[in-house]
Protein backbone atom coordinates (compact mmCIF):
# COMPACT_ATOMS: atom_id res chain seq x y z
CA UNK A 1 0.00 0.00 0.00
CA UNK A 2 1.61 3.04 -1.09
CA UNK A 3 1.63 5.77 1.69
CA UNK A 4 3.10 9.65 1.67
CA UNK A 5 3.28 11.30 4.96
CA UNK A 6 4.39 14.67 4.58
CA UNK A 7 6.17 17.01 7.59
CA UNK A 8 7.76 20.01 8.04
CA UNK A 9 5.52 22.64 7.78
CA UNK A 10 4.78 25.60 10.59
CA UNK A 11 4.72 29.30 10.34
CA UNK A 12 7.87 31.57 9.51
CA UNK A 13 8.31 34.98 9.33
CA UNK A 14 8.94 36.42 5.29
CA UNK A 15 12.21 35.95 4.62
CA UNK A 16 12.55 33.07 6.57
CA UNK A 17 13.22 29.05 5.48
CA UNK A 18 11.25 25.85 5.99
CA UNK A 19 12.39 22.36 4.69
CA UNK A 20 9.58 19.93 4.00
CA UNK A 21 9.79 16.61 4.23
CA UNK A 22 7.96 13.50 2.34
CA UNK A 23 8.32 9.68 4.02
CA UNK A 24 7.21 7.11 1.23
CA UNK A 25 6.71 4.07 1.17
CA UNK A 26 4.46 0.89 -0.54
CA UNK A 27 6.63 1.03 -3.86
CA UNK A 28 9.85 1.62 -5.60
CA UNK A 29 10.57 4.82 -4.43
CA UNK A 30 13.21 6.06 -7.05
CA UNK A 31 11.72 5.02 -10.09
CA UNK A 32 8.91 7.28 -10.26
CA UNK A 33 7.92 10.83 -11.04
CA UNK A 34 7.59 12.33 -7.57
CA UNK A 35 6.30 16.32 -6.60
CA UNK A 36 5.37 19.11 -4.61
CA UNK A 37 1.92 20.60 -4.80
CA UNK A 38 0.09 23.46 -2.67
CA UNK A 39 -3.27 25.03 -2.50
CA UNK A 40 -4.30 27.92 -0.59
CA UNK A 41 -7.44 28.68 0.44
CA UNK A 42 -9.91 29.40 -2.07
CA UNK A 43 -7.49 28.55 -5.01
CA UNK A 44 -6.97 25.73 -7.30
CA UNK A 45 -4.27 23.08 -6.39
CA UNK A 46 -0.63 24.02 -8.14
CA UNK A 47 2.54 22.49 -9.05
CA UNK A 48 5.64 23.39 -6.98
CA UNK A 49 8.63 21.28 -8.00
CA UNK A 50 8.82 17.85 -9.42
CA UNK A 51 11.75 15.44 -9.50
CA UNK A 52 12.78 12.44 -12.44
CA UNK A 53 13.35 9.36 -11.76
CA UNK A 54 17.39 10.34 -12.69
CA UNK A 55 17.07 13.21 -10.27
CA UNK A 56 16.41 15.49 -12.76
CA UNK A 57 14.25 18.79 -11.39
CA UNK A 58 11.69 21.10 -12.76
CA UNK A 59 10.09 24.11 -10.54
CA UNK A 60 7.14 26.40 -10.90
CA UNK A 61 8.13 30.06 -12.18
CA UNK A 62 6.76 31.35 -8.33
CA UNK A 63 9.39 29.52 -6.99
CA UNK A 64 12.70 29.16 -9.26
CA UNK A 65 15.64 30.15 -6.99
CA UNK A 66 13.96 30.09 -3.69
CA UNK A 67 12.58 26.10 -3.41
CA UNK A 68 15.13 22.83 -4.14
CA UNK A 69 13.31 19.47 -4.01
CA UNK A 70 15.48 16.90 -3.36
CA UNK A 71 15.14 13.12 -2.63
CA UNK A 72 17.05 10.89 -0.04
CA UNK A 73 16.40 7.40 -1.70
CA UNK A 74 18.17 5.30 1.13
CA UNK A 75 15.81 7.36 3.31
CA UNK A 76 12.50 7.11 0.69
CA UNK A 77 12.28 10.29 1.54
CA UNK A 78 11.45 13.37 -0.73
CA UNK A 79 12.43 17.17 0.39
CA UNK A 80 11.45 20.66 -0.06
CA UNK A 81 13.75 23.61 1.13
CA UNK A 82 12.06 26.65 0.76
CA UNK A 83 13.75 29.84 1.15
CA UNK A 84 13.76 33.63 0.99
CA UNK A 85 9.60 32.80 1.82
CA UNK A 86 6.70 34.87 0.90
CA UNK A 87 3.52 35.64 2.22
CA UNK A 88 2.06 34.39 -0.99
CA UNK A 89 3.42 30.98 -0.24
CA UNK A 90 1.12 30.27 2.54
CA UNK A 91 -0.60 27.25 1.27
CA UNK A 92 -1.11 23.65 2.52
CA UNK A 93 1.52 21.59 1.06
CA UNK A 94 1.37 18.16 -0.21
CA UNK A 95 3.69 15.46 -2.06
CA UNK A 96 2.40 13.03 -4.81
CA UNK A 97 3.33 10.12 -6.80
CA UNK A 98 3.02 9.08 -9.97
CA UNK A 99 3.55 5.47 -10.70
CA UNK A 100 2.81 5.15 -14.43
CA UNK A 101 5.53 7.61 -15.63
CA UNK A 102 9.87 8.01 -15.01
CA UNK A 103 9.66 11.68 -15.95
CA UNK A 104 7.45 14.74 -14.99
CA UNK A 105 6.00 15.91 -17.83
CA UNK A 106 3.08 18.03 -16.37
CA UNK A 107 1.55 19.44 -13.32
CA UNK A 108 -1.93 17.79 -13.72
CA UNK A 109 -2.63 16.96 -10.54
CA UNK A 110 -4.97 14.06 -12.01
CA UNK A 111 -1.68 12.47 -13.57
CA UNK A 112 -0.19 11.39 -9.70
CA UNK A 113 -2.23 9.07 -7.88
CA UNK A 114 -1.10 8.96 -4.38
CA UNK A 115 -0.99 12.17 -2.18
CA UNK A 116 0.19 12.67 1.35
CA UNK A 117 -2.14 14.30 3.81
CA UNK A 118 -0.54 17.68 3.56
CA UNK A 119 1.52 19.83 5.76
CA UNK A 120 0.21 23.73 6.75
CA UNK A 121 3.15 26.33 5.81
CA UNK A 122 2.02 29.97 6.70
CA UNK A 123 4.06 33.00 5.72
CA UNK A 124 3.54 36.50 7.46
Known amino acids: QVQLVESGGGSVQAGGSLRLSCAAS????????MGWFRQAPGKEREGVAAIDSDGSTVYANSVKGRFTISRDVAKNTLYLQMNSLKPEDTAMYYC???????????????????WGQGTQVTVS
Open 26 to 33: GYTYSSYC
Open 96 to 114: AVDLTHSSCYTWNTATYQH
